[in-house]
């Protein structure tokens, strides 16, 4: 199952990074330790949604979606 995510910046809170992994813990762990270039400087993270999609090409063409600025109206208004 690959979950696409919308994090916050928790010393930062108008940063927010939107991502597809399979490992959502992992992958949040790895945010907060650093090893991501583009979240490292804006840590620590937390999830604010995480929606699961069982078809990886689904997950992928959510994610291209939510990063669309009609994307980033929908998850502004929902999320």
């Keep these: 199952m690959c979950h696409v ?8 809170p108008l940063r ?15 945010h907060n330790a650093g090893t991501n270039v583009h979240t490292s400087k804006y840590r620590p993270w937390e999830i604010i949604v995480a929606i699961g999609f069982q078809d990886e090409a689904r997950a992928f063409a959510f994610e291209k979606y939510v990063k669309s600025p009609s994307g980033r109206a929908f998850a502004k208004k929902h999320f």
Aim: proline share 0%.
């Design 5 to 12: 995510y919308i994090m916050r910046s928790i010393s930062c």
């Design 16 to 30: 927010h990074y939107i991502g597809v992994t399979s490992n959502l813990d992992r992958r949040l762990a790895a």
